[in-house]
């Protein structure tokens, strides 16, 4: 068994995992911090890891997952679009009070251009990678909304019966609420079975908006 220290940059949003040296286990001293002149907020712990052969930790490597985040302006708000170096992880409504965020990266400038071109009308499927991170059901149900044709809507009740279990359909509205990468994962598409367009994250004044984008027709609750 091995011993690894995990820190949490909450400015950097970034994750470094690293070995302590047995002799230090027990003497790790805690990281200060709530400490009010410290900058950086950094949170540690320690995990203990067994270590195998092929495994993903080694000695002596260090992992580290940075995250950034870019403020996206669009016709229905901005929107916060968060990324690592591999796939999108986060595309949100942002609250109006909510700082602008400038981070610049490949992946994070591309969400942007295609979201432009998907508001323009020019745009009916996006080409980005996600990473989409749920547990197994959820992952299930965004993967089939996924699934859902530009310009079409399917009920919670489709959708439960698409991925093999028609009786989670309030499960699946759960999961379809709490989908992280908004429009891409169009989560907007879903709507009850009666044709309403029944509840949205960001509101359904912009579920409206964005199945009106599409060309897509649905009643909102009376």
């Not at 950034?68 to 109006?96: K, M, N, W, Y």
Request: proline share 7%.
């Amino acid at each position: 068994m091995s011993c690894f220290v995990a820190e949490f940059l909450t400015d950097s949003l970034s994750f470094n995992v690293f070995e302590l040296p047995d002799s230090s286990v027990k003497s790790f001293p805690p990281h200060p911090a709530s400490s009010a002149a410290a900058p950086t907020t950094k949170i540690q712990f320690i995990l203990l890891l067994y270590v195998q052969p092929f495994g993903k930790f080694q000695k002596g490597i260090i992992l580290s997952v940075s995250i950034q985040r870019q403020t996206i302006r669009s016709p229905i708000g901005p929107l916060i679009a968060a990324a690592t170096q591999t796939g999108l992880v986060e595309l949100r409504f942002a609250d109006s009070e909510e700082p602008r965020l400038s981070a610049e990266t490949e992946l994070l400038t591309e969400t942007a251009r295609q979201l432009q071109e998907f508001f323009e009308g020019t745009r009916k499927a996006f080409t980005i990678p996600l990473e989409l991170r749920g547990t197994e059901f959820q992952k299930k149900v965004w993967n089939a909304v996924l699934k859902i044709p530009y310009g079409s809507t399917t009920s919670y009740a489709q959708i439960a019966e698409r991925i093999g279990n028609p009786g989670a359909v309030r499960a699946v509205g759960a999961a379809n609420g709490r989908n992280p990468i908004a429009i891409i994962v169009p989560c907007h598409r879903v709507i009850g079975s009666d044709g309403e367009l029944c509840g949205y994250g960001g509101g359904l004044w912009r579920k409206e908006k964005l199945l009106s984008i599409e060309g897509a027709a649905a009643k909102l609750p009376i």
